[in-house]
């Protein structure tokens, strides 16, 4: 399990600096390693456009 970036991601970059797992880098959209990911829910918190979901 891990947590995924969709399409509605406007690569604002605000996740990338709330995860603790460095597991979120860049691109469009942004994209969440699953071997890093600790399914915390910071990222999806802290997003604005409710692009992260838990799979
Ligand atoms: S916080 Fe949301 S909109 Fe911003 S880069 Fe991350 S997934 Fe994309
Ligand atoms: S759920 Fe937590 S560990 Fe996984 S990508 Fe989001 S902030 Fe990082």
Do not use: F, W
Not at 26 to 35: A, F, L, N, Q, V
Not at 40 to 48: E, L, Q, T
């Amino acid at each position: 399990m891990a947590h995924k970036i969709t399409d509605t991601c406007a690569a604002c970059g605000t996740c990338k600096d709330e995860c603790p797992q460095g597991a979120i880098s860049e691109g469009s959209p942004y994209k969440i390693d699953p071997e890093l990911c600790i399914d915390c829910g910071a990222c999806v918190a802290a997003c604005p456009t409710g692009a992260i979901v838990a799979e």
